[in-house]
Nanobody, 123 residues
Framework: QVQLVESGGGLVQAGGSLRVSCAAS????????MGWFRQAPGKEREFVASITWGGTGTTYAGSVKGRFTISRDNAKNSVYLQMNSLKPEDTAVYYC????????????????WGPGTQVTVSS
């Protein structure tokens, strides 16, 4: 199995940028598809972005496409989410997740999850 820990969350102003990171341990990181999800209070878990084993394939939710970029560094066992042009509606706890099978937008396809990092965007 693999353990995941997010970092880099914080408070930013609307229009600003932030990069959250996820460090993996206990598994072969390069063999996992990785995804980012977020959850705001009272709302369902929402897909944000995902990436293939080698990082050549990515997919994004329509709400973040063009603003967010997912990337991975297999040598560092890490995955990142660069968030630009942040909006107040981006405020949520951001989670990274690992899947053995695919980089689906369905959270049920992911096997391992980090504890999350809070991102708050003020207006």
């Amino acid at each position: 199995q693999v353990q995941l820990v997010e970092s880099g969350g914080g408070l930013v102003q609307a229009g600003g940028s932030l990069r959250v990171s996820c460090a993996a341990s206990g598994g072969t990181f390069s063999r996992y598809y990785m995804g980012w999800f977020r959850q705001a209070p009272g709302k369902e878990r929402e897909f944000v972005a995902s990436i293939t084993w080698g990082g050549t394939g990515t997919t994004y939710a329509g709400s973040v496409k063009g603003r967010f970029t997912i990337s991975r560094d297999n040598a560092k066992n890490s995955v990142y989410l660069q968030m630009n042009s942040l909006k107040p509606e981006d405020t949520a706890v951001y989670y990274c997740a690992a899947s053995r099978t695919d980089y689906s937008s369905d959270y049920r396809k992911y096997n391992y999850w980090g504890p999350g990092t809070q991102v708050t965007v003020s207006s």
